[in-house]
């Protein structure tokens, strides 16, 4: 039998050895209090408990703001060079993980996008098992079961039980393997999914649940603050920009995340705006999650982490639209 | 050549004339080497940088035959745009592109074609007219009708001039008012585009419609060709919506469940008809 046991004890040896493959990054309560993903110090300050960070895993391949293309009169426009530094990412719950894989079909399938190749490449991907708390709905969106990782690590009392996705997975295991020990992993429990099938039937029909009360509702209480999609994982909207720079020849292009719940999102020249009311685009922003546009048609893009839920200052959640549906208030 | 796609490519601006007071005609040659083998059909746009300034969806006007010369008809309407027409010949932009799903010429071909444009919509339908025009025999009676709000808002007016001569193709202009008659440019009626549609014979089991111009036109435009039995899969639109990636990425475009840069812009009547707020 392969070892696959990690102590509590060996835990901090574990991620001594880890680090020998990158710089590693987790979940730390920072000094203003919130949880968020930064670099590890010490293993005692990583946060095994976190259930969830403020900002998802996708600022890692997908910056808040970043220059995509340089210009110069000589070079013309340029590929910005990502740093692409060796990260190891400890600490992802299965949801974040869905939501990378998710994030890895945009970016990565169809027109690769070259600075998101770059960074997802250097992060090795370290999952951990979670408990839920009452914002948390991953085993509703299927999205509990992990997938997308090099390691997950299941959690129990004494200890946590290691298993590879990848090859890159099974080298750091094989190389930490005196660290471990083997040892029959516990039946996986089943994951409760009241209101799956709802959710999975309703995208399969396209429903846009254009007669619910609850767009109004939404709309009256919606802040447009935008926190919904920032805390997002599989949010990725962006708007670019460009700027010279003090040289007067130069010029950097940026992108910037940007929300679809802001009035300029679909706002065009003229003023004329597509999405005039906050209704139009809260609906805009429920067909992206639960829809999807374009090549992405059909694939709910919601993973049930729970931040937008979490974060809403006055408490919007669109899956009131499901359960209101499914009579299960 | 260098990916067109993810990194604009360089062109310099060999032409500008204003076509109206706040619509210039812009023609770009893109860079040896860089677009070998550029061609688009029309409807489709690209994706122009003003360095330093930024960059903007913009159709080609020009017919799809002239390789690296692309040909772009560009209104004052915002902050990119003010730059470029503060550009002369001789200066640098740049290219990517070119995007999206333009008409469906290959279909169209051996039918009657009826191009209906209002204001600045004559941009794309001009790239369109022009490849009609190159494949003259390949295509039944061709009938361009085109709107603007006046006389002198008339984009193109001294080519419409010349066309109007010809005897293969109808070409009828309206405004909505008739303030002074600018001298020498074609004539023209006075009333709303849907009113040509009136009393024309149309064959409507072998003729196809493309429609471009502003939302507004487009539900009176629709209407009066419904009212007229045009069959909903022969109407073709193409549709604006805020761009900022032009390859189905930033997610500012979506029309339904399609992305506007890649599932469109022009999109056939029956597919959109659905969708709440659509035109
Ligand atoms: C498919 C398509 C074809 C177009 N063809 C033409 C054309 O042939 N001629 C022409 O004059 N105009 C055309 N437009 C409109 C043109 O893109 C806008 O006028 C232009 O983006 C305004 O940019 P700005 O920076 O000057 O304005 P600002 O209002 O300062 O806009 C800032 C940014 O917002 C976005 N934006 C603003 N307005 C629009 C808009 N209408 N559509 C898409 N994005 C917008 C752009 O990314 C722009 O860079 C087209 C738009 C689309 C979508
Ligand atoms: S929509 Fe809300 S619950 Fe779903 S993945 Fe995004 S932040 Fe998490
Ligand atoms: S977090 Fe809540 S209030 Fe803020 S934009 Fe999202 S739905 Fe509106
Ligand atoms: S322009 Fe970015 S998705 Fe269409």
């Known amino acids: 039998m392969q070892k696959n046991f990690l102590s509590n004890e060996s835990f901090p040896l574990f991620l001594q050895g880890l680090a020998a493959s990158g710089d590693l990054h987790g979940p730390v309560l920072t000094d203003d209090g919130v949880m968020a993903f930064r670099p590890i110090c010490s293993p005692a300050d990583i946060q095994l408990d976190c259930i969830r960070t403020l900002i998802p895993p996708k600022k890692y391949f997908f910056p808040p703001k970043e220059a995509i293309l340089t210009y110069s009169p000589v070079k013309g426009y340029q590929l910005t060079k990502a740093a692409g530094k060796k990260v190891i990412l400890f600490g992802l719950h299965p949801c974040d993980l869905a939501g990378i894989a998710y994030l890895d079909r945009v970016f990565l399938e169809s027109q690769p996008d070259p600075l998101f190749v770059k960074r997802r490449k250097a992060v090795t991907l370290i999952g951990l098992s979670c408990e839920p708390d009452e914002y948390c709905f991953c085993g509703t969106m299927g999205t509990a079961e992990p997938q997308n990782f090099d390691i997950f690590m299941h959690r129990t009392e004494a200890g946590f039980y290691l298993s590879a996705g990848s090859s890159r997975g099974k080298k750091i295991i094989r190389r930490l393997s005196v660290l471990l020990e083997a040892r029959e992993p516990p039946s996986p429990v089943p994951c409760e999914c009241k209101i799956e099938e709802t959710i999975l039937q309703a995208a399969t029909r396209g429903e846009t649940f254009s007669e619910s009360r609850l767009w109004e509702d939404f709309a009256g209480r919606c802040l447009s603050c935008g926190a919904c999609s920032l805390c997002c994982p599989t949010c990725y909207c962006f708007d670019v920009q460009e700027r010279g720079r003090l040289d007067g020849e130069t010029a950097e292009r940026l992108r910037e995340w940007d929300n679809c719940l802001f009035k300029s999102h679909g706002e065009v020249a003229g003023g004329h705006n597509f999405r005039k009311t906050r209704e139009e685009r809260f609906r805009y922003r429920f067909q992206h999650k639960y829809l999807g546009f374009g090549p992405m048609r059909g694939i709910v893009s919601c993973v049930g982490c729970g931040r937008c839920r979490d974060v809403c200052p006055v408490k919007i959640d669109l899956m009131e639209l499901f359960r209101e549906k499914a009579n299960i208030l | ?279």
């Open chain 2, 1 to 279: 050549m260098t990916d067109m796609t993810t990194i604009p490519a360089m062109a310099t601006i060999t032409e500008v004339h204003p076509l109206s007071g706040d619509t210039s005609f812009f023609r770009l040659g893109l860079k040896e080497g860089e677009a070998q083998g550029f061609t688009f059909t029309p409807g489709q746009f690209v994706q122009l940088s003003v360095p330093a300034a930024g960059e903007f969806p913009i159709s080609l006007a020009g017919s799809p035959g002239h390789g690296r010369e692309l040909e772009l008809c560009v209104r004052k309407a915002g902050h990119v745009t003010a730059v470029l027409h503060n550009l002369r010949p001789g200066d640098p932009v740049a290219v990517r592109g070119p995007f999206g799903t333009g008409f469906p010429v290959e279909r169209m071909r051996g039918n009657d074609v009826i191009l209906l444009a209002g204001g600045l919509g004559i941009a794309p339908l001009r790239s369109l007219f022009h490849y009609f025009l190159e494949h003259r025999e390949e295509y039944g009676a061709i009938t361009l009708m085109y709107g603007a709000r006046e006389p002198s808002a008339i984009l193109f007016r001294d080519e419409l001039a010349e066309l109007a001569c010809r005897r293969d193709i109808r070409l009828m202009l309206t405004v909505d008012f008739l303030t002074e008659e600018p001298a020498g440019g074609p004539v023209c009626r006075v009333g709303l585009l849907p009113g040509l549609l009136m009393g024309i014979k149309l064959r409507l089991d072998q003729t196809y419609a493309a429609v471009c111009g502003p939302p507004a036109l487009y539900r009176c435009l629709i209407t009066e060709l419904l009212g007229l039995d045009f069959p909903e899969n022969r109407i073709f639109l193409s549709l604006e919506r805020r761009m900022k990636c032009g390859i189905g990425l930033c997610c500012h475009c979506a029309v339904g469940d399609f992305f506007c840069c890649t599932d469109g812009p022009v999109f056939s009547y029956d597919r959109i008809k659905e969708i709440p707020g659509v035109i």
